[in-house]
C-alpha cells in the first residue's frame, strides 16, 4: 500500500522523508499538460517573429494576426514552460505595487492618476478578451482580500483605498478584524482590504486557449528554437535559434523573467526573482467554503507576502511566495509553515504539487513597453501582477508595431531605467529578500 502524501505539518516542520512525495510541477498542468514537441521546422521567413510565448507574446500574436500580419512566436522550451503557467492565477489592476501617495510623491498626481487608470483598463481588457475568444479557464471578478498583518497596517491601507478611489476610481472597502471571518476564517490578520472587482482564473487553461486561438488564425507557434542572436538586416531583422534561422520586418522581446542575453538593453533592465508555490490535496467537502466563505483570492501586507487562493476547479488550496534558496522540497517549507499560520487546522492536508517559476522586476518596479534604439520591440518587468498585465502589454504593443494610435498608453513616455551593477543587483536579491523578511518580523 503507498504511503500517505507528505502533509502539511511535516512540510513546515522541515520532515520531507516522510509520506508521498509532491509532484515537482505546476498544479495547473493537470488540467492542461504540456503538448510534446518534436524537433521542429522554422519557417524561413514572417511579418513578426515573437520571442516567448507567455502571455505577453501570445497576447501580442493574437493582435497581430488580426491586423493581417503573419506570426511565428518562439519560444526555447515547450511552450507554456515558463512563469504563465506557474503563477497563481490571481487577477489584479497592478496598482497595489505602490501606496498612492508615494506614486503621486514620484510621478505627480496627473501623471499617477493615469497610470491607475490604466491598471484598471489593463483589468477589463483581459475579462473582455476571455469572454471575446471564449476561453473556458474559469475567469471570475471573485474580489481580493489584503489582510493586514500589523494594526497599523490597517490604518494605512484605510487611507490608500481612500486615495485610490479619489484619483482613479477604484471601489473597495475595509473589513475590520471583529467582521474578518465573513471574508476568511483566521484570527491571523488584523482585517484587511477588499478589491471586489479583483479577479481569478486558471492560468494553464487560459495559457493553452490563447495558443489554440493563435494557431487557429494561422500564427506558428515554434518550441525549442531559443533565440540566439537578432542580426539587422536591409529589410528588417534576421533571427538566429537552434534550429535554423528566421528574416522578419519587425521582432518583439516578451521574454520578462526569462531575459537572457539575446538583447543588451532588456538585460540591463530586469533581473529574475523567484516565486514558488504548493497545492494541497483535495479537501473535505464544504471545508472551503467554510474557511473562505467569500471564495476571493488573498494575500497580507509584508514586504515579503504570501498570498492563496480555493483552485477553481477542485476543492483544494494554491499557496504561494516567495522562493527559499535551498535544495528539494526544502525550498518550499516557508509556504506550509505560513499556509498554517493563517489556517493552523489543515497540518494533516497532504501537499499534492511544488512548484516554483520566474518573475521579471525592473528597477523602478513598474511594467514597460517600447522600442529599442536597434528597433526591437519589447514588453516586460510585470514585477509580480504579470497575467492582466503581460496580457495588456501584449495586445499594447502589437498595436505600436502597426502604428495603430489605439497603441497608446501612459507608460510609453516613461523612462526605463537600468540597475546601476545589473549583475550585482541579480546576486542581491535573496540577501535584499532576507532583510525585508527581517524588517516584516521586528515591525511592530
Not at 522540497?329 to 497532504?350: F, I
Amino acid at each position: 500500500m503507498a504511503s500517505a502524501a507528505l502533509t502539511l505539518a511535516d512540510l513546515a516542520s522541515g520532515r520531507v522523508d516522510t509520506g508521498t512525495s509532491p509532484i515537482h510541477e505546476p498544479y495547473w498542468w493537470d488540467a492542461a499538460p504540456l503538448k510534446e514537441v518534436e524537433r521542429p521546422t522554422l519557417p524561413m521567413r514572417a511579418d513578426v517573429v515573437i520571442v516567448g510565448s507567455g502571455f505577453t507574446g501570445l497576447s501580442a500574436a493574437l493582435t497581430m494576426l488580426d491586423k493581417g500580419r503573419s506570426v511565428v512566436v518562439l519560444d526555447r522550451g515547450v511552450p507554456g514552460f515558463g512563469a504563465s503557467t506557474r503563477n497563481g492565477g490571481q487577477i489584479g489592476s497592478g496598482n497595489q505595487k505602490f501606496r498612492v501617495r508615494d506614486l503621486v510623491a514620484s510621478r505627480g498626481e496627473v501623471k499617477a492618476t493615469a497610470l491607475l487608470r490604466e491598471g484598471t483598463r489593463m483589468l477589463d481588457y483581459i475579462g473582455a478578451l476571455i469572454a471575446k475568444e471564449r476561453i473556458d479557464c474559469f475567469f471570475q471578478r471573485c474580489g481580493r482580500f489584503r489582510g493586514a498583518m500589523r494594526p497599523a497596517h490597517y490604518e494605512a491601507m484605510a487611507r490608500d483605498m481612500e486615495d485610490l478611489k479619489r484619483i482613479a476610481g477604484v471601489e473597495s472597502f475595509m473589513v475590520p478584524r471583529s467582521e474578518q471571518h465573513a471574508e476568511i476564517r483566521t484570527d491571523r490578520f488584523y482585517g484587511g482590504s477588499v478589491l471586489p472587482e479583483d479577479a481569478s482564473l486558471h492560468p494553464g487553461l487560459y495559457h493553452s486557449g490563447l495558443m489554440a486561438r493563435v494557431t487557429a488564425r494561422g500564427g506558428a507557434i515554434v518550441g525549442l528554437a531559443s533565440a540566439k542572436a537578432v542580426q539587422r538586416e536591409e529589410a528588417g531583422y534576421r533571427v538566429a535559434t537552434e534550429v535554423g534561422k528566421i528574416d522578419c520586418s519587425q521582432i518583439l522581446i516578451a521574454t520578462n523573467g526569462y531575459t537572457d542575453h539575446l538583447v543588451g538593453h532588456l538585460r540591463r533592465r530586469i533581473i529574475s526573482v523567484h516565486s514558488a508555490l504548493i497545492a494541497t490535496e483535495s479537501l473535505e467537502p464544504g471545508l472551503i467554503d467554510q474557511l473562505m466563505p467569500a471564495r476571493r483570492v488573498y494575500g497580507n501586507t509584508n514586504r515579503v507576502f504570501y498570498y492563496f487562493r480555493a483552485a477553481p476547479d477542485q476543492n483544494r488550496l494554491v499557496w504561494g511566495g516567495r522562493a527559499a534558496r535551498l535544495s528539494g522540497l526544502k525550498a518550499y517549507r516557508h509556504l506550509a509553515d505560513e499556509l498554517l499560520s493563517v489556517l493552523p487546522d489543515l497540518g494533516n492536508v497532504g501537499v499534492s504539487h511544488v512548484w516554483d517559476g520566474s518573475i521579471g522586476y525592473t528597477y523602478d518596479a513598474l511594467p514597460h513597453l517600447g522600442c529599442t534604439r536597434d528597433g526591437i520591440f519589447f514588453a516586460a518587468g510585470y514585477c509580480g501582477t504579470g497575467v492582466s498585465r503581460a496580457t495588456y502589454f501584449g495586445h499594447k504593443i502589437a498595436l505600436q508595431m502597426t502604428n495603430d494610435p489605439d497603441g497608446k498608453t501612459p507608460f510609453d513616455d516613461l523612462a526605463f531605467p537600468p540597475f546601476p551593477v545589473r549583475d550585482a543587483a541579480q546576486l542581491a536579491v535573496p540577501f535584499v529578500e532576507r532583510w525585508y523578511r527581517f524588517r516584516d518580523a521586528i515591525e511592530k
